[in-house]
């Protein structure tokens, strides 16, 4: 079963920049399109955003978008999440997950299926 390890949770000051990793454990991510999404205390899981499974195609939710760059590398079975002009409501446990798809689209308001175990970012000063 398709795992994740995400990585680059730390805490950041206003107005800086992250950039989180996730790696998958299967042996391709070629066949999945992969997502970026938060959950922050108190508040229902959202989708940040996803990437099809050929890196051509992408969406935002429209609180990051500007700010916020997914990308994917097959070759080191890695999606990233670049974030900048960080802001204090972006804190939250931050997950990738992923679905098969091999149409080279993403859509976040899906049901995924495979997810990872989340990295903390905390925004405040």
């Known amino acids: 079963q398709l795992q994740f390890v995400e990585s680059g949770g730390t805490t950041v000051q206003p107005g800086g920049s992250l950039r989180l990793s996730c790696v998958g454990s299967e042996l391709t991510l070629d066949n999945y399109a992969t997502g970026w999404f938060r959950q922050a205390p108190g508040k229902e899981r959202e989708g940040v955003s996803c990437v099809g499974n050929n890196g051509g195609h992408t969406q935002y939710a429209p609180f990051v978008k500007g700010r916020f760059t997914i990308s994917r590398d097959n070759a080191k079975k890695t999606v990233y999440l670049q974030m900048n002009d960080l802001k204090p409501e972006d804190t939250a446990v931050y997950y990738c997950?992923?679905?098969?798809?091999?149409?080279?689209?993403?859509?976040?308001?899906?049901?995924?299926?495979?997810w990872g175990q989340g990295t903390q970012v905390t925004v405040a000063s």
């Open positions: 997950a992923a679905i098969w798809n091999l149409s080279g689209l993403c859509e976040l308001h899906t049901q995924y299926a495979y």
